[in-house]
């Protein structure tokens, strides 16, 4: 989808600031290829650390987790969906997607009947080839965290991702959220312009619990293969997530003294329910 601010495409950036309010350092980039965003991506990696060699279900070094679409099993992909869960169950990587949407698709490699791109080649390119990721029917995904292959609660201290396609400034954006879902950080994706790449990632430098990430993805929504909402609105997809490998999400000190003050009351109240009366010990 072509716009008046392709032009920014040849414009890539490399911007290291800490957010107002956290301590998130993000890491941006914005480009026509791969190339473009790659220094930030590699930056991001290394601030998060866990080298550059991949195990068992996306695990570096086991301080950094990726997802970059591609080891989805062809009955798993477009036109056929992929359940939110499948990195924590199938392939267990401990991130769980929702979306106000009907669902999740991920895009055909070459050799399948469905075409690939979600059927959109003149506006999309792959980052990591060949697959795509995107909701269906919303321009939302919400990214939870679990100890991975679990159903227990866990948080993250960093998480990034590829967009592709982001022509319009503001309207595509990412945003952090902890535990008790107080927004840390929220950040517009930079242009990329049409079939343009863009990252963004952020880091926590003081401790900051990432439990949940909300992705906003243009303004317009992927239908089905082929389909999308309107022509006239930015669409935007998605290609690889990165992020910190998630741990047992650990209750708030603000958190933990409450738990603590309602069990000494629930204490004192039993004690006291428990204890004889005045008139019953001289009786």
Same mark, same amino acid.
């Given at each position: 989808?072509?716009?008046?601010?392709?032009?920014? !495409?040849?414009?890539?950036?490399? @911007?290291? *600031?800490?957010?107002?309010?956290?301590?998130?350092?993000?890491?941006?980039?914005?480009?026509?290829?791969?190339?473009?965003?790659?220094?930030?991506?590699?930056?991001?990696?290394? *601030?998060?650390?866990?080298?550059?060699?991949?195990?068992?279900?996306?695990?570096?070094?086991? =301080?950094?987790?990726?997802?970059?679409?591609?080891?989805?099993?062809?009955?798993?992909?477009?036109?056929?969906? @992929?359940?939110?869960?499948?990195?924590?169950?199938?392939?267990?990587?401990?991130?769980?997607?929702?979306?106000?949407?009907?669902?999740?698709?991920?895009?055909?490699?070459?050799?399948?009947?469905?075409?690939?791109?979600?059927?959109?080649?003149?506006? =999309?390119?792959?980052?990591?080839?060949?697959? @795509?990721?995107?909701?269906?029917?919303?321009?939302?995904?919400?990214?939870?965290?679990?100890?991975?292959?679990?159903?227990?609660?866990?948080?993250?201290?960093?998480?990034?991702?590829?967009?592709?396609?982001?022509?319009?400034?503001?309207?595509?954006?990412?945003?952090?959220?902890?535990?008790?879902?107080?927004?840390?950080?929220?950040?517009?994706?930079?242009?990329?312009?049409?079939?343009? @790449?863009?990252?963004?990632?952020?880091?926590?430098?003081?401790?900051?619990?990432?439990?949940?990430?909300?992705?906003?993805?243009?303004?317009?929504?992927?239908?089905?293969?082929?389909?999308?909402?309107?022509?006239?609105?930015?669409?935007?997809?998605?290609?690889?997530?990165?992020? *910190?490998?998630?741990?047992?999400?650990?209750?708030?000190?603000?958190?933990?003294?409450?738990? !603590?003050?309602?069990?000494?009351?629930?204490?004192?109240?039993?004690?006291?329910?428990?204890?004889?009366? !005045?008139?019953?010990?001289?009786?």
């Amino acid at each position: 989808m072509k716009s008046i601010y392709t032009s920014a !495409a040849a414009v890539a950036a490399l @911007l290291l *600031a800490p957010a107002a309010g956290a301590s998130l350092i993000t890491f941006e980039a914005a480009g026509a290829n791969p190339a473009a965003i790659s220094p930030a991506r590699d930056a991001f990696r290394t *601030a998060v650390g866990g080298g550059s060699v991949a195990g068992a279900n996306g695990s570096f070094g086991g =301080l950094r987790r990726e997802i970059n679409w591609d080891g989805v099993p062809d009955p798993r992909a477009d036109p056929n969906p @992929l359940p939110g869960n499948f990195f924590n169950v199938n392939s267990p990587r401990g991130a769980v997607f929702s979306t106000p949407g009907s669902g999740f698709l991920v895009s055909a490699n070459a050799d399948l009947p469905t075409p690939t791109l979600f059927g959109f080649p003149g506006d =999309l390119q792959t980052f990591s080839a060949q697959r @795509l990721f995107t909701a269906v029917e919303s321009n939302i995904t919400d990214v939870t965290f679990f100890v991975p292959g679990t159903g227990i609660a866990a948080t993250t201290s960093a998480f990034g991702a590829i967009f592709v396609d982001v022509e319009l400034p503001r309207v595509t954006r990412i945003e952090f959220f902890d535990a008790t879902d107080t927004l840390l950080l929220a950040r517009d994706v930079l242009v990329g312009g049409n079939q343009g @790449l863009s990252f963004v990632g952020a880091v926590a430098k003081a401790g900051e619990k990432i439990s949940r990430v909300r992705l906003t993805s243009g303004a317009n929504a992927i239908l089905s293969n082929g389909v999308r909402a309107d022509e006239i609105t930015d669409m935007v997809v998605m290609d690889d997530f990165l992020y *910190a490998e998630p741990t047992r999400a650990v209750p708030e000190p603000s958190s933990l003294a409450l738990a !603590a003050g309602s069990l000494l009351l629930g204490s004192l109240t039993a004690w006291r329910r428990r204890r004889p009366s !005045a008139r019953s010990e001289g009786s």
